[in-house]
């Protein structure tokens, strides 16, 4: 007992008990997927046979009507046959019509008069001793049983005609162009012929039978001699019920109708069977011999398995112990697994292996975390080590370095000498031993990682920095001059790495864009905030909500003392945050595409306040601000005009202010926009004047009725001389030039008094009023000297 327990516990025993189950299994498995591999390509093979069977059946019979149908139009044109037909020599006609006949091989050769009257009628005996031979038909003189004008256009007409149902087409024969004088047609017989054809060609049980309501069926023609009570009601039911049979493969198809005699009409069905089991007798042949072979491969796989056992012995249980330890990444011992050639070569193979593993990781490792064209370190790399300085709260300052003119020098010299570069710059940043550590983020951004620093050290290390890789680069013979764009993040704890890499990339692109050469990160230049991103999936439903309102400031026409005109200014009535000013969400709508939908609910609601204001006697013209992105529009003229038409508001009822910058950026298009807006009446006005960078001559030939003097020059007015002088200045240019002139920021009288005397038109200011919603507008006006 002990000693059997002991050999089943042996390497060579477990071995060989493995592979049997295994191989049993796999057998099993071979087995099962074989049965059902067959019982899909019976399946498959069933209805192959039965497509092919259908194919076959529609194109022979289709030739069949085809080559009839060729062939009487082409008899219908024999001068001869029309000759014989006109002088109605009936032997003649007959002789000519079996010639014909004769071509094709036809059963059946008929030709028709005018009149309906069979003049030509000859077929062939089918069967019996005068089995071949042509006689005359017995409708020979008699009236023809169909309409000439409906069953001769059939598609596939079916003649009946002594015991026999024939495939029967004519075509007409005419005397001149048109005039048609007969008909003549030529038919096969629907019989044995056709049957053996068919089921040579599809291997299947062919037939044609007539079928009709409450009586038996006809069988016509078979192609199998044995045809049993089964098989006959198996065909009838599927033909009347379509009711399949699961031990036969079937198919039928309505050829249509036949009528026999003038109260019976039937149906001629084509139809072909065979019984399963005949039809996949060669299948089953076949499963048998691959179940034969599977249980002929069983024991010798079993034998197989038993020499192999045999040859695996102790030297596997060493193999598998220094296995083991290797695994644990002791890659340095050698391996030793028996004293056999065969063993030797396979430890010595195994410790290559394991060098190469070694070799491997190492080299996986390193591009893990290092940059492939520069060898220094990635982001991985940048995550790795900075990792325990943000543990220690060790001071950390990120750089972003972007070198400029990749693109350009990539282009035109090629990303050969483009990937050159960027080893030179690796090589360049590398070389400052101040620099902790140096990463390539991407194509032309490096990333520097500096701890224990100050601001000052690290202006000036990146100063170096700038120098070093500013320095000329030569590359065969062309010299290439780098310059850097920086953007700097220092960590203010608590923080993590992606905060100071977006930070840091936040100061880059604000450098970028401001064209510096260095920015330091500070929050004032985030637009990226939590709150602005809040603001902009807030605006377009705001705009639809109505959650927009306007302010009103009073312009004080300072030749009458009196208020005739206000700006309308928006602000947003944030459900959550409250009022929010203009400022914070102006550039969010132009950067988003909103502005068009804000500048129309502006207008819309400037000119619904007009509305109201003069339903109580109130007049007052209304200015609004328009953003250049309005002006991009080439639909915001059309929109302006028909929403002053439609609310039918006096055309100088409306003022439309736009600042200088928005004309600078397209002169030639804004001034068409301005000048269709001023040739319909609408008054415009420069806003902000002296703080954009438009020029006279552009001024000189803006369609505008007016400036608006910034409000800086306004504030200080009285205190401030070099103020006086600039606003002097500016009202006697504008005056000379024809425009009216509106001071904006006046916040006492003396600036008010100072604008009066000089001629001013306007002015507005905190002085006579903050900007104010249109309900207490209304009663400062009502309290207010200037009403």
């Known amino acids: 007992m002990l000693k059997t327990l002991k050999s089943f516990n042996s390497i060579q025993t477990r071995i060989f008990a493995f592979f049997m189950v295994l191989l049993i299994a796999v057998q099993a498995i071979s087995f099962a997927i074989t049965y059902y591999t067959n019982k899909r390509l019976e399946q498959h093979q069933l209805a192959n046979q039965l497509s092919v069977a259908e194919l076959v059946f529609k194109s022979e019979y289709d030739n069949r009507n085809y080559y009839l149908s060729a062939f009487a139009e082409t008899a219908a044109k024999d001068f001869g046959l029309k000759d014989v037909f006109i002088d109605d020599d009936s032997r003649s006609f007959l002789v000519a019509l079996n010639n014909h006949r004769k071509r094709i091989n036809a059963d059946l050769a008929i030709a028709v008069d005018i009149e309906g009257k069979v003049i030509g009628q000859l077929l062939t005996t089918p069967d019996g001793p005068n089995q071949g031979k042509v006689k005359v038909g017995p409708e020979q003189g008699e009236a023809f049983r169909m309409s000439l004008a409906t069953e001769f256009e ?74 049993s009570k089964a098989d006959n009601q198996v065909i009838s039911s599927f033909i009347k019920q379509n009711r399949p049979n699961d031990d036969y493969i079937l198919w039928q198809s309505d050829l249509g109708e036949v009528s026999l005699k003038e109260n019976d009409h039937r149906q001629l069905h084509a139809f072909m069977f065979l019984s399963r089991s005949d039809a996949l007798e060669s299948a089953q042949k076949h499963w048998f011999q691959q179940v034969l072979l599977i249980l002929l491969m069983l024991p010798i796989s079993l034998f197989v398995a038993f020499i192999i056992a045999r040859g695996v012995t102790k030297p596997l249980t060493l193999l ?386 007016e400036l608006k003097i910034d409000k800086s020059f306004v504030q200080n007015l009285m205190i401030n001389e070099d103020d006086q002088i600039i606003v002097n200045s500016t009202l006697q240019l504008a005056h000379n030039l024809g425009l009216k002139v509106v001071a904006e920021g006046i916040e006492d009288e003396g600036s008010l008094k100072w604008l009066t005397e000089r001629g001013c038109e306007m002015g507005q200011g905190f002085y006579l009023s903050k900007p104010v919603d249109a309900t207490r507008l209304t009663q400062w006006l009502i309290q207010s000297s200037y009403s």
């Open 320 to 705: 598998i112990k220094q296995a083991r330890f290797i695994a644990k990444g002791n890659y340095n011992s050698k391996v030793e697994v028996g004293s056999s050639a065969e063993m030797h070569e396979l430890a010595e193979e195994i410790t290559a292996m394991q060098q190469a593993i070694l070799s491997r990781e190492n080299k996986i490792t390193f591009q893990a975390y290092h940059d492939p064209l520069t060898s220094l370190g990635n982001k991985n790399e940048l995550i790795r080590v900075t990792s325990n300085w943000f543990e220690d709260k060790t001071p950390i300052a990120i750089c972003l370095i972007n070198i400029r003119r990749m693109t350009e020098i990539n282009g035109t010299l090629g990303h050969i000498v483009g990937d050159v570069v960027i080893q030179e710059i690796g090589r360049r940043l590398a070389s400052f031993d101040e620099i902790d550590l140096v990463c390539r983020l991407s194509g032309d951004e490096f990333v520097l990682a500096i701890k224990h620093t100050e601001q000052k050290k690290l202006t000036a290390l990146i100063k170096n920095i700038q120098r070093s890789i500013e320095t000329e680069f030569c590359y065969q013979d062309i010299s290439l001059h780098l310059q850097t764009t920086i953007g700097i993040s220092f960590v203010h704890y608590p923080n993590d790495l992606e905060t100071l890499l977006r930070q840091a990339d936040t100061a880059l692109q604000h450098a970028k864009k401001n064209r510096l050469h260095l920015q330091i990160y500070h929050q004032q230049i985030d637009v990226n905030t939590l709150d602005r991103l809040q603001l902009v999936n807030d605006l377009k439903p705001a705009i639809e909500q109505d959650e927009l309102v306007l302010f009103y400031q009073p312009k004080l026409d300072l030749t009458l003392n009196k208020v005739t005109h206000v700006e309308a200014l928006v602000r947003w009535q944030h459900p959550v945050r409250g009022m929010i000013p203009p400022d914070s969400f102006i550039s969010i709508a132009e950067q988003m595409g909103q502005m068009n939908a804000l500048t129309q609910w502006v207008i819309n609601e400037a000119l619904d306040q007009y509305l109201r204001w003069q339903q109580q006697g109130i007049e007052l013209a209304i200015a609004v601000n328009i953003s250049p992105e309005n002006l991009k529009d080439n639909q915001f003229c059309d929109y302006v005009l028909q929403t002053i038409k439609d609310k039918r508001v006096p055309i100088e009822a409306l003022t439309l202010e736009i600042t200088e910058d928005a004309v600078v950026a397209d002169p030639e298009h804004a001034i068409k926009q301005l000048t269709e807006l001023k040739q319909h009446g609408l008054k415009l006005s420069i806003d902000d004047y002296g703080t954009g960078y438009s020029s006279l001559a552009q001024l000189k030939q803006l369609p505008v009725d």
């Open 154 to 227: 059939a598609i596939s007409p079916l003649y009946p005609l002594e015991n026999h149902v024939y495939q029967l087409r004519f075509s007409p024969l005419t005397s001149g162009a048109s005039n048609i004088i007969g008909w003549v047609g030529f038919g096969y017989i629907i019989g044995d012929e056709l049957t053996q054809s068919l089921s040579q060609q599809t291997g299947l049980n062919t037939g044609f039978v007539l079928t009709a309501e409450q009586q038996t069926n006809q069988l016509i023609s078979l192609s199998s001699s044995s045809f």
